[in-house]
């Protein structure tokens, strides 16, 4: 029997219509949907596409745990190990992402873990970036800018070295790091003028001056774009 | 008479199977369709979602020059006065952006030069980035890295100052710019494992190690994937 071929598709940051044509093809095409998911089941990346599910498919969550840090690559290597053996009876596997693939995503993980012996097919989507740029209504990067993506993750001191060299920037996965992070804004002048964007394209998306946010309420899917030093534009 | 509104819609790297439902949907119910085009007016955007079109849309070309550096404020100031006339006569009007309106698009100047005075919605799109990265098979970037996007149109040092502080990185607008990038990325030691994606997603798409690319050929649509320097994954 030939074996099945799995399709990572990434769903954009939340809005179910910017799901992509391709996506929406796919998913529904599989006859296996696996997705990220939390300890208690809940998963972002279902819920995008969730009107489009219950068509007989088998669902698989891959349970993430909660807790700060990287997962274990143990994880990775159980999903991976899942996943081939959907591929080996034949089954067509479509992997939701929210966002895309590859762009910070579990699924690098599990594909780092899956053997080169199946055909895996990615699918691009709409980022958090591109999203909380559209919902703030300012330009992400312009010209001949470079463009920071940061992590809020990082410690005070990586951060600190990181805005020092960089334009146009987005710091993302805000949630317990918020304080930090605009700390750091703060101490290297680039406070001014940095806007909040917190769950894009959501029902419940905010934009706001960062310097206004409460840092009690902000959850992980939160970004902060800093615009580049200003100088003349050109 | 009302106003219309004006929607800028990210189209993706150029599969037509890569646009949002939204940026679909928007684009049909639109009257009149603008778009960035070359001085001979062919135009990617248009390209992207040609089969879509000829449904008694009025069709706006925005000719930019060809020539190397930003384009005259002028275009901008022209674009969006084109732009005002139709919304004012109560048009709907769908500004077509290759890839996402805000990242390095043209959108971005229009909308500066348009007053206050008209509803914009941005959709975001797919971007060239991650269609990269999937086209490539490879992470973009994970876990606490940051992710830079690097201008190839950069002078020399200034690709390297970058490049001495980036981790993951894409190089993006390769063009008539690949041979200097090259030469920067060998002289400060990535260009190993360097990967070179030209047009991803569309049906002449190309993927390649950097170090194989003839640099002849390249076009203003390639990329250069550059991973993080080696180091025990966490």
């Known amino acids: 029997m030939a074996r099945g071929r799995l399709f990572a598709l990434g769903l954009g ?3 179910p219509e ?12 599989a006859s296996v949907v696996a997705y990220p998911a939390t300890e208690d089941g809940d ?10 599910l219950d068509r007989g ?5 891959i349970r993430f745990p909660m807790r700060p840090g990287p997962p274990p690559i143990d994880i990775y290597r159980e999903a991976a190990a899942r996943l081939a053996g959907m591929l080996e009876r034949g089954s067509d596997v479509a992997y939701l992402c929210q966002g895309d693939p590859l762009f910070y995503g579990s699924f690098a993980g599990v594909l780092e873990c899956l053997t080169r012996n199946y055909v895996v097919t990615l699918v691009p989507g709409v980022s958090s970036p591109m999203a909380c740029a559209a919902a703030a209504s300012v330009p992400l990067v312009q010209r001949g800018e470079m463009l920071s993506v940061i992590p809020a993750t990082l410690p005070e001191a990586g951060l600190a070295a990181r805005l020092a060299t960089s334009e146009a920037v987005i710091i993302i996965k805000l949630g317990r790091h918020f304080a930090k992070v605009r700390r750091v804004l703060q101490s290297c002048g680039r406070l001014e003028g940095a806007i909040y964007v917190e769950r894009a394209t959501l029902p419940n998306q905010r934009v706001l001056p960062l310097a206004v946010v409460d840092s009690e309420t902000v959850p992980y899917f939160a970004s ?11």
Chains 1, 2 share one sequence.
């Not at 498919?57 to 969550?61: M, N, S, T």
């Not at 902060?224 to 050109?234: K, T």
């Open 18 to 29: 910017l799901v992509t044509l391709k996506a929406l093809r796919l998913l529904r095409a």
């Open 224 to 234: 902060i774009l800093v615009r580049q030093p200003s100088e003349p534009s050109g």
């Open 43 to 52: 998963s972002f990346a279902r819920r995008i596409v969730a009107q489009w």
């Open 57 to 61: 498919q088998q669902e698989i969550a």
């Open 13 to 15: 940051p939340g809005d």
